[in-house]
């Protein structure tokens, strides 16, 4: 069983509207949680790394959350533009390496 | 400009042939990764090199093979034991491994079996 779940696993909006997407955690010793941006057929780019002590962190439009005792962080983006379109992969890194655990990601899709 | 480099983008394979993945970084990063990326799967690790010389098997390292004999270059060969290597393929690296440090990815290759 994947130790990081992502919710949806697809989602389409409209330009302009928000959203948020979801990911549930159970990697243990928690170190920090990254969200990554990736383009189709391209690698992650880092949006935001919250350690245990920080439960949230903007990065422009994006923002994202760090419930480290219920183990759920969420990405919201505002004002969404096309170029928003990508999977979003939330990466939990567990002890002291960087032994990071990836969740499958949620597939966005951003309609004109 | 600095940053990682993977190459080729696309690579076909015949069966039974192996084939190397070449990854440069010029971050002045220790730490590097393999990463095989499947659809609607997480990344899952290959091989990773916390120094020159030195390389460790991740979650999935059967039919795969490593080299770090210089700090910048950490290539990744799919071997003819890989049963089933057609997936996307990603390097990364780290000024080390541990925990507080931020991994920078490269664009990636795609091998596909033909």
């Known amino acids: 069983k994947n130790q990081v779940e992502q919710s949806p696993q697809s989602l389409i909006i409209l330009e302009g509207k928000n959203c948020t997407l979801q990911?549930?955690?159970?990697?243990?010793?928690?170190?920090?949680l990254r969200w990554y941006k990736q383009d189709t057929g391209r690698g992650p780019v880092s949006l935001t790394i919250?350690?245990?002590?920080?439960n949230t962190k903007s990065n422009g439009r994006y923002t994202a959350t760090l419930d480290a005792d219920t183990k759920q962080s969420s990405l919201h983006i505002t004002a969404s533009q096309l170029s928003d379109s990508a999977s979003y992969i939330c990466?939990?890194?567990?002890?002291?390496?960087?032994?990071?655990?990836f969740g499958a990601g949620t597939r966005l899709t951003v309609k004109p | 400009d600095g940053g990682i480099t993977q190459s080729p983008k696309y690579l076909f394979r015949k069966e039974g042939q192996n084939v190397t993945l070449s990854c440069e970084q010029n971050?002045?990063?220790?730490?590097m990764y393999w990463y095989r990326q499947d659809p609607g799967q997480g990344l899952r690790l290959i091989y990773y090199?916390?120094?020159?010389?030195?390389?460790q098997k991740g979650d999935i390292a059967e039919g795969y093979s490593v080299s770090r004999e210089k700090k910048e270059s950490f290539p990744l060969t799919v071997t003819s034991a890989q049963k089933n290597p057609t997936a996307f393929y990603l390097c990364?690296?780290?000024?080390?491994?541990?925990?507080?440090?931020?991994?920078?990815f490269g664009q990636g290759t795609r091998l596909t079996v033909v």
């Open positions: 990364a690296s780290s000024k080390s491994v541990q925990w507080f440090t931020e991994a920078f």
């Open positions: 990466v939990v890194s567990a002890g002291l390496n960087n032994d990071m655990r």
């Open positions: 090199s916390q120094i020159v010389n030195d390389f």
């Open positions: 990911c549930n955690y159970t990697v243990s010793p928690f170190s920090n």
């Open positions: 919250m350690t245990f002590s920080e």
């Open positions: 971050l002045n990063h220790d730490a």
